[in-house]
């Protein structure tokens, strides 16, 4: 079982960057699909998640973030746009059912002022 992050990096306020989170070893289909991200002093929090039917934000993204997921690739998608300096974190995937709950690595996202 295994969920792989990439895509993060360095871009200036304003820019754009899209992560992408790749599944191994479960029912992908069945799990609803959820970005999380944890600055440098704070609590991990939910970005956005989304399921077969309901797609939920933060009300910090709301209107910049995007998520989706590609079931026949086994994939979860954040597109960010307008990225501002509080966007700075570790982005994290996860997959969960009622009875699993799968974490992958995070993948480090800065944006400068």
């Known amino acids: 079982v295994q969920l792989q992050a990439y895509g993060g990096g360095l871009v200036q306020a304003g820019g754009s960057l899209r992560l992408s989170c790749v599944a191994s070893?479960?029912?992908?289909?069945?799990?609803?699909m959820t970005w999380y991200r944890q600055a440098p002093g704070k609590q991990r929090e939910l970005v956005a998640t989304?399921?077969?039917?309901?797609?939920i934000y933060a009300d910090s993204v709301k209107g910049r973030f995007t998520i989706s997921r590609d079931d026949a690739k086994n994939m979860v998608f954040l597109q960010m746009n307008s990225l501002k300096p509080e966007d700075t974190a570790v982005y994290y995937c996860?997959?969960?059912?009622?009875?699993?709950?799968?974490w992958g690595q995070g993948t480090q996202v800065t944006v400068s002022s």
């Open positions: 996860n997959a969960r059912t009622g009875m699993t709950n799968v």
């Open positions: 989304i399921g077969s039917s309901v797609i």
């Open positions: 070893g479960i029912d992908f289909v069945s799990n609803a």
